[in-house]
């Protein structure tokens, strides 16, 4: 009886950890919106291509212990300058049970946007062209309160004009069964830098006008998001998302001290539920 108590366990405990393996989700955004508030302008330099910030689609896909990414821009990921890609960096908020208050509202410094209360995030994966030790010494020396809810991809791998980065549950702190079609995402892009300014981890800040290497059309204070592009609203690629994401990053204030912030107001972005 134990015997046929412990094979009937087994089996129940490999049933539930695939349960969910192989749920694939897609997320499309409107082309042409990588504007931020809806007036943001690529910087000069022809190194950063007109629509590399630009997000199309993220497909995200249940390998059972991993976690699939697929992100996909409006231009070829480039190879020129970065450790192992140019301009891009990606950050994907997690909400893993859609309780208000229960995680984080605010997100990854130099970032510059805050999370609603009511998607507080429990890790969020940071996605960027530069090597291992130099984004944990960054993220140590900026965000060390943070450290631990901030998951770097085990692989990633530029196709294309796509970015694939593959994410074990294990560093998300996940059952294996989880239902990934239950969270919420907050996908956005940054423009990557490996100079970046005291408190910003690896990402350029906009400012005012465009520059050689920094978008224009914000503040230079540090106030306004350093957002390019996000997911919205039901992620169906419709065009009136793009006039969400313009609202929805478009809350801002800013004093033109950089370092001073008390006059700063940060805008709150939603994340997207599919389920």
Same mark, same amino acid.
């Given at each position: 009886m134990k015997y046929k108590s412990l !094979?009937?366990? @087994? =089996?129940?405990?490999?049933?539930?950890? *695939?349960?969910f393996a192989g749920t694939k989700l897609e997320l499309k955004d409107p082309k %042409? +919106? +990588?504007?931020?508030? %809806? *007036?943001? !302008?690529y910087p000069t330099d022809p190194i950063y291509v007109a629509g590399s910030f630009d997000l199309l689609k993220a497909e995200i896909e249940d390998k059972g212990e991993e976690i699939d990414f697929k992100i996909t821009f409006n231009a070829p990921v480039t190879f020129?300058? %970065? +450790?192992?890609? +140019?301009v891009q960096q990606l950050q994907i908020y997690l909400d893993f049970d859609k309780v208000e208050g229960s995680g984080r509202t605010e997100t990854i410094p130099g970032?510059?946007?805050? &999370?609603?209360?009511?998607?507080?995030?429990?890790?969020?994966?940071? =996605?960027?062209?530069?090597?291992?030790? /130099? =984004? $944990? %010494?960054? =993220?140590?020396? /900026?965000?060390?309160?943070?450290k631990n809810d901030i998951v770097l991809p085990s692989k990633i791998k530029p196709i294309g004009k796509s970015l694939k980065a593959t994410? /074990?549950?294990a560093d998300l702190g996940v059952k294996k069964n989880a239902d990934i079609s239950t969270w919420g995402y907050g996908i956005m892009m940054l423009s990557a830098t490996g100079f970046p300014g005291d408190w910003c981890v690896l990402?350029?800040?906009? $400012?005012?006008y465009e520059g050689q290497h920094r978008f224009g059309g914000g503040a230079d204070g540090a106030g306004d998001p350093n957002v390019i592009d996000l997911f919205v609203d039901n992620a169906d690629g419709s065009d009136d998302e793009a006039a969400i994401q313009y609202n929805m990053l478009d809350n801002?204030?800013?004093?033109?001290?950089?370092?001073?912030?008390?006059?700063?107001? @940060?805008? &709150?972005?939603?994340? &997207? *539920? @599919? /389920?």
């Open positions: !094979v009937i366990f @087994l =089996i129940l405990t490999f049933v539930s950890s *695939y349960l %042409g +919106d +990588d504007k931020g508030p %809806g *007036y943001y !302008v020129n300058w %970065g +450790d192992f890609w +140019d970032t510059q946007v805050l &999370v609603d209360p009511a998607n507080a995030w429990e890790k969020v994966i940071f =996605i960027d062209p530069h090597t291992v030790p /130099k =984004i $944990n %010494g960054e =993220i140590e020396l /900026k965000a060390a309160s943070m994410v /074990k549950k990402m350029r800040r906009v $400012n005012e801002w204030e800013s004093g033109m001290d950089p370092v001073d912030t008390s006059a700063d107001k @940060l805008t &709150v972005i939603k994340l &997207v *539920y @599919l /389920k």
